[in-house]
């Protein structure tokens, strides 16, 4: 089935750092998506984009987070500056559609491992 | 609040068996669910939804029933195969927006 990508798998960083977390979604998808595991915790949905720009972000979303998707590329989650709270897997995910129930099906990566020391 | 709950968090059934996954939510809005299975290493996949107009679908050996009065719905797996072994995750969402509100999981453990 079409494959979302997500690099790198593990990164480990230092509080107060940037991190980018790099997202290569299906070829011919337009929604995006980010959403947060903390170890043990369920997934947690923190923002979606279409055309440009945020759609939806939960609270979880904090002013310290950035999205975009330059000139169609990776599909990227900026964190500047990261916090210790921050260590959690991060799953990016993409749609055909934002809304409905038959084209709407989100497509997962494998998540991105993100370790603040 | 958690809006979406599943029950048990792990389970263990023999080769053959019938497993059951449960899953209940909060928001009377919600009308599409989700069901994924994720592997370790791997992101979620949709294994199978459903929407808040029926009450049972069925797509080979997964099975899922859904009481809209009591808000809970409950995934079957017959015949589990070793195969099966992997965390199932419910997923809810609504018609405000996209994103999906998700449960704690239930980790699938079938021996042979």
């Known amino acids: 089935g079409p494959k979302v990508l997500q690099i790198p798998s593990h990164q480990i960083i230092d509080m107060g750092q940037m991190v980018t977390l790099n997202c290569d979604p299906v070829s011919n998808h337009l929604y995006f998506y980010w959403y947060k595991q903390i170890l043990g915790q369920q997934m947690e949905f923190l923002v979606n984009?279409?055309?440009?720009?945020?759609?939806?972000k939960s609270k979880l979303f904090k002013d310290q987070f950035s999205v975009e998707r330059p000139d169609g590329s990776y599909f990227t989650l900026k964190i500047q500056p990261t916090a210790l709270e921050d260590s959690a897997v991060y799953f990016c995910?993409?749609?055909?559609?934002?809304?409905?129930?038959?084209?709407?099906?989100?497509?997962f990566g494998p998540g991105t491992r993100l370790t603040v020391l | 609040q958690q809006q979406v709950r599943q029950s048990p968090q792990s389970l263990t059934v023999w080769e053959g068996e019938t497993a059951i996954l449960n899953c209940s939510y909060e928001d009377s809005t919600f009308n599409y669910f989700p069901w994924y299975q994720q592997f370790p290493g791997e992101g979620p996949a949709l294994l199978i939804s459903i929407s808040s107009v029926s009450d049972k679908k069925e797509d080979g050996r997964f099975t899922i029933f859904f009481n809209k009065r009591e808000k809970k719905l409950s995934l079957h797996i017959t015949d589990s195969q070793p195969g099966d072994s992997a965390t199932y995750f419910c997923?809810?969402?609504?018609?405000?927006?996209?994103?999906?509100?998700f449960g704690g999981g239930t980790r699938l453990t079938v021996r042979p």
């Open positions: 997923a809810a969402r609504n018609n405000a927006g996209a994103k999906l509100t």
């Open positions: 984009f279409y055309n440009g720009k945020v759609m939806e």
């Open positions: 995910a993409s749609s055909l559609h934002g809304l409905g129930v038959n084209y709407a099906e989100q497509f």
